[in-house]
């Protein structure tokens, strides 16, 4: 298995519990924009393995995994550098059901129709390696 595709799985569980620590942190304490930024930022780094890994591996990807991808990243960034309780709370959950979303779209417990319905081999030179 691809180490980068291995990276991309693993690191991605562990910013799925980071998110949920945001949305935890600012309903007990209220909200800490430095530590969204960081999860912020730490998912944009997962995106950009994810998106290499996917030049990287013949495994076919449904096109429904990075754009879930992409909109939670959106919701993340619109909720990290704010100070309202609110905001940070409905920005992390909605971006933590993107990403548990995302998530079920290739994972073996996942829906099949994601699986079988817009999906996108990487490029033929990869395949042919």
């Given at each position: 298995m691809n180490?980068?595709?291995?990276?991309?799985?693993?690191?991605g569980s562990l910013l799925l519990v980071l998110v949920l620590a945001v949305i935890l942190v600012a309903l007990v304490k209220g909200p800490k924009p430095v530590f969204q930024r960081i999860v912020a930022v730490l998912v944009d780094i997962n995106l950009v393995v994810g998106l290499v890994a996917f030049f990287q591996t013949a495994r076919p990807i449904s096109w429904f995994h990075p754009i879930l991808a992409l909109g939670a990243v959106a919701f993340l960034h619109i909720g990290a550098k704010s100070e309202d309780k609110g905001k940070v709370v409905r920005c992390f959950s909605i971006a933590l059901v993107l990403l548990v979303a995302a998530?079920?779209?290739?994972?073996?417990?996942?829906?099949?129709?994601f699986k079988t319905n817009f999906v996108k081999l990487p490029a033929v030179s990869v395949i042919a390696k």
């Open positions: 180490p980068l595709f291995t990276a991309h799985k693993h690191y998530w079920a779209v290739n994972a073996s417990w996942g829906p099949a129709w």
